[in-house]
């Protein structure tokens, strides 16, 4: 079966740190960008970062620039967003997506993104 798992989502007190991850299933994400979005309550879905899982060369959106870090391992064909110095409007659930390569130069389009996973909740609270 063709699809995207995220875990690693919880609770975490503000400036802390999570880690998220991707696995994919039934296909490699070679020759794929691999983005992760996020949708907090009441608000539309937002793209956060990308990676091109061939070349490496990633994307973030300028809220999380220097605190989001994003990673891939093709051994494990999985993609991975560290996310450090959290701050409460980082909460929301959290989403990765495949799309072609040119995606990862940006900005983040949902259109763009055809197979999603079906999310982790990332709730930064004191």
């Known amino acids: 079966q063709v699809q995207l798992v995220e875990s690693g989502g919880g609770l975490v007190q503000p400036g802390g740190s999570l880690r998220l991850s991707c696995s994919a299933s039934?296909?490699?994400?070679?020759?794929?960008?691999i983005g992760w979005f996020r949708q907090a309550p009441g608000k539309e879905r937002e793209g956060v970062s990308c990676i091109s899982f061939d070349s490496g060369r990633t994307y973030y959106t300028d809220s999380v620039k220097g605190r989001f870090a994003i990673s891939r391992d093709k051994a494990k064909n999985t993609v991975s967003l560290e996310m450090n110095s959290l701050k409460p409007e980082d909460t929301a659930v959290y989403y990765c997506?495949?799309?072609?390569?040119?995606?990862?130069?940006?900005?983040?389009?949902?259109?763009?993104?055809?197979?999603w996973g079906q999310g982790t909740q990332v709730t930064v609270s004191s």
């Open positions: 997506a495949t799309a072609h390569p040119t995606a990862v130069r940006g900005p983040l389009r949902k259109s763009d993104f055809a197979l």
């Open positions: 039934g296909f490699k994400l070679d020759g794929h960008a």
